[in-house]
């Protein structure tokens, strides 16, 4: 049976697991320690305000239920960080990026971390 995540605590510990980035969209995977296949979908304030964050949403659970079952992880956490541009996607391609994105975590495949480094430009205190 597919869970749904719904603590904090859950969301951040699958910051620490395998990322995959997509045009629409982030995906995270971890291991949950047997507890089956669990989702979690989030959506910050700087991709729209709340009519926009919610049809992302619903579009990112609805591709989740649809893929999971078959091609989820086992016994892992996943979850899908919405990026600028991800409401407007196609459907069917945001479908196939999931399904990329989940081969890749199966086989242990992740992005790059971004850096702590500060990014650059305007800066505070830099010299001008």
Not at 13 to 21: E, K, S, T
Not at 44 to 70: D, H, Q, S
Not at 105 to 112: F, T
């Amino acid at each position: 049976m597919i869970q749904v995540l719904t603590k904090r605590s859950d969301f951040l510990a699958a910051n620490r697991g395998l990322r995959n980035a997509r045009p629409g969209f982030v995906l995270l995977t971890r291991p949950n320690g047997g507890q089956g296949i669990r989702y979690g979908v989030t959506v910050t304030k700087k991709i729209g305000n709340a009519v926009v964050r919610n049809r992302m949403k619903r579009r990112f659970r609805e591709l989740l239920r649809a893929a999971l079952p078959e091609r989820g992880l086992p016994h892992h956490d996943h979850v899908l960080i919405g990026r600028s541009g991800g409401v407007e996607r196609n459907f069917d391609t945001m479908a196939e990026e999931l399904d990329r994105a989940l081969a890749r975590a199966r086989d242990g495949k992740s992005d790059p971390r971004r850096s702590s480094r500060p990014r650059r430009g305007n800066r505070k205190g830099a010299a001008k």
